[in-house]
Structure formats: C-alpha cells, structure tokens
C-alpha cells in the first residue's frame, strides 16, 4: 500500500490513531466484518471518492513534464513568436491577417514565459533540480 491509500483508508476508517499497518489492517477487516453489504459497498465507494480527490489534489510526475523540456518548449516557441513577428513587420499582407496572426504571436509568446516561469517557480522552491 502507498502512504497516499494508507491515509484515505485511515480517514475513511476513521482509525488515524493507529500507525502500524498490520494493526491497520486487522482493523479495517474487523469493522469490515460488523458492517453489512450496503454499508461495506458504502465505504469502498468513499474510498474511491477520496483516492481520485487525493489523486486530483497532488499529481504525481507523470503529469509534471521536466525542467529541460519546458525550456527547450520556451526556447522553440519563442522562436516561433519572433519569427511571426518579424514577418508581420516585414510582409504586406492584409491588416486582418497581420491582427489575426499577431494574436497567435502573443499566445505562443506567453506559453514560451509561462514555461519559463515554471521553471525558475520550481528553481526556487528546490523541486526538479
């Protein structure tokens, strides 16, 4: 068991006072043994509740893409900003197609800094070094 399932069957359970997981577990089957089949079916429906909350509330890795290719992804965007930028100044393109591209430059350009940001965010507070 992961100490994030150990914690909801504790909350869930109402048994937080117990620390050793064998106790934990004879516990849970003893009050699985004086419950009925609705209010056990009940119970396992909290917990998966409460483990998709958990779950919800703090990602794990595989949601949090790494430091180097958040700046490699900044780096490429940006460039791809730049680069629209410098042809909207250059073409003479209609000023519709000038405003509508320009609009896709600025979005590409805040992506390429909130990378950034997330990175010197996560810098600061020691996390993926």
């Not at 250059?90 to 997330?118: N, S, Y």
């Amino acid at each position: 068991m992961t100490d994030l399932e150990i914690k909801v069957l504790k909350d869930v359970y109402n048994l937080n006072h117990i620390d050793d997981l064998e106790q934990l577990r004879s516990a849970i089957r003893a009050r699985d043994a004086q419950m009925n089949a609705l209010d056990q079916m009940e119970i396992r429906m909290r917990i998966g509740r409460k483990m998709q909350e958990a779950l919800a509330a703090s990602p794990n890795d595989a949601y949090t893409p790494t430091s180097w290719s958040l700046l490699i992804t900044a780096l490429v965007l940006a460039a791809l900003s730049t680069g629209i930028t410098v042809w909207i100044f250059k073409t003479d393109a209609w000023l519709i197609l000038r405003i509508a591209v320009g609009v896709i430059a600025f979005i590409l350009f805040a992506a390429a800094c909130r990378g950034v940001m997330r990175v010197i965010y996560r810098f600061i507070k020691r996390k993926d070094l």
